[in-house]
């Protein structure tokens, strides 16, 4: 996004519905307060917002709901370069609301989805240590990936060809969630034992206590019995 915020102003005609380029020429000041006025919110939508939607709707439906919506916002991005100057401004902030909103509501719910469907805890800290790898893996090449695709596409006249190709993938996610399935949390059933206990720790029986507790007091007894006897 900052790079497409940054670049300038083309002055080739449009040719619809997919043949255009250019960016709207923004100083780096101002990007860099957009991009700070977007963490704000991210804090705050991370903290209030998100808490509600997976209340109201559970983890599967606002991820399902999120990956369904965002083919549409990467398709639309690159049209906001066609928007009247005075409209420009505003539908960019619009669409940076709309990508971190969901961010916001995807990212949490795809971790809470992924810990619940673990089948035991031992293999959690395994499955998450795979997850993250493969995020930042993801982080690695594809700024790299979709960089020589925007450049390939402003070759040929196409300013949202790494936006589209983003979009696919998107697409691709999407289908993937309809066979998503939500499992109850380790904390949703109270009668679970707990797995790490069952492995490792023995439950004590009550019963055991009390004859342990019996057997100290009676040997005490005993020996002060003794060392009673002995004293006289």
């Not at 949490?108 to 893996?137: Q, W």
């Not at 507790?213 to 060392?227: G, K, L, P």
Request: charged share 15%; with cysteine; proline share 6%.
């Amino acid at each position: 996004m900052p790079m497409f915020l940054s670049e300038k102003v083309s002055d080739v005609p449009a040719s619809l519905p997919f043949k255009f380029s250019g960016g709207f020429a923004l100083p780096a000041k101002v990007i860099g307060l957009m991009m700070s006025i977007q963490g704000l919110y991210s804090m705050i939508a991370q903290v209030f917002l998100f808490p509600i939607v997976v209340r109201r709707f559970g983890s599967l439906a606002t991820f399902r709901f999120v990956v369904m919506s965002w083919p549409i916002l990467y398709f639309l991005v690159p049209y906001l370069v066609l928007l009247p100057e005075d409209l420009q401004i505003g539908g960019i902030f619009f669409c940076l609301i709309w990508r971190i909103t969901a961010q916001v509501l995807a990212f949490p719910s795809n971790a809470m989805l992924l810990t619940n469907s673990a089948p035991s805890i031992l293999v959690l800290g395994l499955i998450n240590g795979v997850a993250a790898s493969t995020a930042s893996l993801a982080r690695a090449f594809g700024p790299t990936l979709s960089g020589l695709i925007h450049a390939w596409g402003l070759e040929l006249g196409y300013n949202g060809f790494a936006w589209w190709a983003g979009g696919i993938v998107c697409i691709l996610g999407a289908i993937e969630s309809l066979w998503m399935e939500e499992k109850p949390g380790r904390l949703d059933v109270i009668d679970d034992v707990d797995e790490e206990a069952t492995l490792n720790e023995p439950y004590i029986d009550p019963l055991a206590i009390d004859a342990a507790i019996n057997a100290a007091t009676n040997a005490s007894q005993s020996m002060a019995d003794v060392e009673t006897s002995q004293a006289r």
